[in-house]
Structures are given as C-alpha cells and as structure tokens.
C-alpha cells in the first residue's frame, strides 16, 4: 500500500511566527486533502488539493504530485491554530475515496 | 442538514456488550465513511459505501464490525461483544461523490471497560 509520512511530528511557534509543515507519499495518488484537528477532536478541511497551490487567508498550500510531496505553510500564526495537522491521500490504485492519514503535526502556538 | 453529524457523542460500555453509532451525512451526499482513531493505531480507514452498497469494506477489524445504510442517507456501525481494544474515537465523513472533498462529523467517543 501506500505510505504517508508528516514531518515534522511536533512544533512549537511563538505566535506571529510562520511554519511550514510536510506531507511525502510514497506513490501515485487522486487526491489530497489537509485537515486540522482541534483540541475538541473535530477535523476541519483545509484544502482539497491533488495538485498546485491554493490559498486561503494565512494558510496556503502546495502540492507537487509529481515529487510526490505536499507542503502547508502557516503564516503569522495564532493561538487557534494550534492543534494536529493531518495530511491525507487517495492512493491511486484505489477505488471510492478511501483516505490514507499520515501520524499528523501536532502544532502548538505560545502567545 | 448543516454538516455531518455523529450520535451519540460519548458511549460508555462493558466488555461484551453491542454498540451501535450513528452517522447523519450531509444531505445530498452519496458517498459516506466510516474511519475510527485511536491513540496507537492513528487515523484508520473502516468502510466506504457509495449510495446504500459497501464496495469497499477493508478497514473492518474483524467480524464483529459492520455497518449498513439505508435511503442513500443515515448510515449505523455496529460492534458485537466490544472488546477493550474496541475504545477509539470513531469519526464519519460524507462527500459529494467519491472524488471530492470528505466532511468529517464530531465523532463518538467510545469506551469500553
């Protein structure tokens, strides 16, 4: 099957400060979706984003499927940002949406 | 309805007991899923259902899991005779189709003693 690994595991940020989190997949993938969790549990999108850059508000992504890796920056980052970040993907070679999560970013944001 | 949503939120059980959960997609959505996170295992895949059939049903643990869904809507995950190792978070999430953006629910705490 395919593997889904985020980099890096943990990260600790002074508000204000901007980061830059990783997801690498280990084979062709349909999709690709960013998730944040917060400290209630809830996963909430953040992007759809099988390939190029999208942006909304401080957040954007960018994802090279190709190089096989996607990449979510953090801009001027708050307290609420903190929490997990999880990237997620369809690996190709499956049918129906099926998503595989990597082990997830947990962020924590200092005031 | 406004977004998924997950019934009951927490559920408290004795080893040995059945559960059921219950997952209300966004109305309109005729792929639903069902993943389950636990502290070891992280985010898993359980089952897939795309109107009211199962085509993929490989995240089961085992035979005591199922589910079902009924109308192209609510859909219900069974456990028979919870074991321990059966307590995770288990989390539903709708999409348009199966090639578009999942929407997760809240989730149902489960715990079993």
């Known amino acids: 099957g395919i593997q889904v690994e985020q980099s890096p595991p943990d990260l600790i940020l002074q508000e204000g400060a901007n980061s830059t989190l990783r997801c690498n997949f280990s084979?062709?993938?349909?999709?690709l979706q960013w998730f944040h969790q917060n400290p209630w549990g809830q996963l909430i999108n953040l992007f759809y984003i099988p390939s190029g850059t999208k942006q909304n508000g401080r957040l954007s992504a960018t994802t090279v499927a190709t190089e096989r890796y996607s990449l979510l920056y953090i801009s001027s980052s708050q307290t609420t940002d903190s929490g997990v970040y999880f990237c997620a993907v369809e690996w190709s070679y499956n049918q129906g949406g099926k998503l595989i999560f990597g082990q997830g970013t947990e962020l924590s944001v200092k005031p | 309805g406004a977004g998924v949503s997950q019934s009951p939120s927490n559920k408290v059980t004795e080893k040995g007991k059945d559960v059921e959960l219950r997952c209300d997609p966004i109305?309109?959505?005729?792929?639903l899923y069902w993943y389950r996170q636990s502290l070891g295992q992280g985010l898993e895949f359980l089952i897939y259902?795309?109107?009211?059939?199962?085509?993929?049903k490989s995240g089961l643990p085992s035979d005591r899991f199922s589910a079902e869904r009924t109308g192209g809507s609510v859909s219900t995950l069974t456990i028979q005779r919870t074991q321990q190792e059966d307590s995770a978070v288990y989390l539903c999430a709708s999409s348009l189709t199966d090639q578009e953006t999942q929407y997760f629910g809240p989730g149902t705490r489960l715990l079993v003693l």
């Open positions: 084979d062709s993938v349909n999709n």
């Open positions: 109305s309109g959505h005729t792929a």
């Open positions: 259902f795309q109107g009211n059939s199962a085509p993929d």
